[in-house]
């Protein structure tokens, strides 16, 4: 059973650094995409960025040059916030697509709250 752990989060400055890292654990598994989502209060679930089996990148436009999304291993993302902005604030959910079904696993959610 695939599950994701993930770990960082936390508060940051606005213009601050952050780190969010996921783990995927339960076994060997094909993973065609690693990435991240977030939700802010009262909105709805946004992509943030991904990474595909590739090594190629996407970025939403918002997070685009100040977030960095690497693999630290086959089984491990970080994502790398630069330069945090109060709209960056929300739960962060590490999410994965895993085999030839593509099916798709959420980890539980980490909170980034951006205050000074």
């Known amino acids: 059973q695939v599950q994701l752990v993930e770990s960082g989060g936390g508060l940051v400055q606005p213009g601050g650094s952050l780190s969010l890292s996921c783990e995927v654990s339960?076994?060997?598994?094909?993973?065609?995409?690693m990435g991240w989502f977030r939700q802010a209060p009262g909105k709805e679930r946004e992509f943030v960025a991904h990474?595909?089996?590739?090594?190629?990148t996407l970025y939403a436009d918002a997070v685009k040059g100040r977030f960095t999304i690497y693999r630290e291993n086959a089984q491990k993302i970080t994502l790398q916030m630069n330069n945090v902005k109060p709209e960056d604030a929300g739960v962060y959910y590490c999410?994965?697509?895993?085999?030839?079904?593509?099916?798709?696993?959420w980890g539980q959610g980490t909170q980034v709250f951006v205050s000074s």
């Open positions: 990474m595909i089996t590739s090594g190629a």
């Open positions: 999410h994965v697509e895993v085999g030839r079904w593509r099916d798709d696993y």
């Open positions: 339960g076994g060997t598994f094909d993973i065609n995409i």
